[in-house]
């Protein structure tokens, strides 16, 4: 059962599946990781695998800010690739004014 990652504008309406994250990848990043991810409130969020996250469009930015600074503090591979798709998704977010949905299926 993976956690679904869209862009969209209403959530009724989300347009584009961007990424899974399978749960053992979630734990990992989450898990494992959790003293590390708690201090960034905003990608936290999807920290619980059981429960939905919505970023808005005015969130988009603060997440970004996030994610570049996990880029640079992380040693993890898989922490870092996580976060390259992330910046991704939030960079194409900014640009299309999408906000971005995590729902676990």
């Given at each position: 059962?993976?956690?679904?990652?869209?862009?969209?504008?209403?959530?009724?309406?989300?347009?584009?599946?961007?990424?899974?994250?399978?749960?053992?990848?979630h734990d990992h990043?989450?898990?494992?990781?959790?003293?590390?991810?708690?201090?960034?409130?905003?990608?936290?969020?999807?920290?619980?695998?059981?429960?939905?996250?919505?970023?808005?469009?005015?969130?988009?930015?603060?997440?970004?800010?996030?994610?570049?600074?996990?880029?640079?503090?992380?040693?993890?591979?898989?922490?870092?690739?996580?976060?390259?798709?992330?910046?991704?998704?939030?960079?194409?977010?900014?640009?299309?004014?999408?906000?971005?949905?995590?729902?676990?299926?």
């Open positions: 059962m993976p956690y679904n990652i869209y862009l969209g504008i209403p959530q009724k309406r989300c347009e584009i599946h961007f990424f899974e994250l399978e749960e053992k990848l990043l989450f898990i494992k990781n959790q003293n590390f991810f708690k201090r960034y409130e905003r990608l936290s969020r999807i920290s619980d695998y059981y429960r939905n996250a919505i970023f808005f469009v005015d969130d988009i930015v603060v997440l970004l800010s996030e994610i570049e600074t996990i880029l640079e503090k992380s040693n993890d591979l898989q922490v870092k690739v996580f976060c390259h798709d992330m910046k991704k998704l939030c960079e194409r977010a900014t640009k299309e004014q999408k906000n971005i949905y995590c729902f676990c299926d």
